[in-house]
């Protein structure tokens, strides 16, 4: 039996779940609020809460975008970590300035950031390489990523190149990879409303680098 295909035009939810989510409830700085909503995604359940969808663009205008994982925030902004020479990285060398999205759907929740980026010290990489598995370090140096590759017996065929130039040696970060700290200009705290009137509020940065809040229209 062949199933009919489901309409993406008829699957309506309406968001009931939390119920308003008013100025007066928000915390007097995006850091706080954005660690406040964190801490409740990970105590709700969610598989990666840190998974976040990173939008940039090419000087032309032409934008991409992906899930990458939070790996670290304060009061600097939000860090990520890459392969420089991926499209993402090349495209944030280009043209500095990215967003990035934390879909928490089933606590009807997001929070939306915009602004510039900035390359992390190597400092701060180096430390942050050496907490990672070391499978993930080695694939940072195997992996050509974003590149066109044949197969993938020629990325196999790399990692036991890697795994064979180091041995059971320390594995340092490669030049080419490293960290990208998201400088925030705007944070947007969504929560779903009932009839699709959500809640929006935003931190926005002035010209004069404090904060205010607004509330945007659903």
Request: proline share 8%; hydrophobic share 35%; aromatic share 12%.
């Amino acid at each position: 039996m062949t199933l009919e295909p489901p309409s993406p035009a008829s699957m309506r939810r309406d968001y009931t779940a939390r119920g308003a989510f008013l100025e007066t409830d928000l915390a007097a700085d995006w850091r706080t609020q954005f660690e406040a909503w964190f801490t409740d995604a990970t105590g709700y359940g969610l598989p990666e809460p840190n998974a976040m969808i990173v939008s940039t663009a090419t000087p032309e205008g032409r934008p991409s975008a992906r899930t990458v994982l939070l790996k670290e925030y304060d009061e600097r902004g939000f860090v990520f970590f890459t392969n420089y020479d991926s499209r993402k990285g090349s495209e944030l060398t280009a043209n500095p300035y990215a967003s990035l999205v934390f879909p928490w759907f089933p606590m009807q929740r997001q929070v939306l950031v915009t602004g510039a980026v900035e390359r992390v010290s190597r400092t701060e990489t180096e430390e942050y390489f050496a907490s990672r598995p070391r499978g993930s370090q080695l694939g940072a140096w195997a992996s050509p990523q974003s590149s066109v590759v044949p197969d993938r017996a020629t990325l196999d065929a790399g990692l036991a190149a890697v795994e064979q130039r180091f041995g059971a040696g320390a594995v340092p970060p490669p030049e080419h990879w490293g960290g990208f700290l998201v400088v925030p200009e705007t944070v947007e705290f969504w929560q779903g409303r009932s009839s699709r009137l959500h809640d929006r509020l935003r931190f926005r940065r002035t010209g004069n680098r404090s904060w205010v809040v607004e509330r945007l229209a659903p």
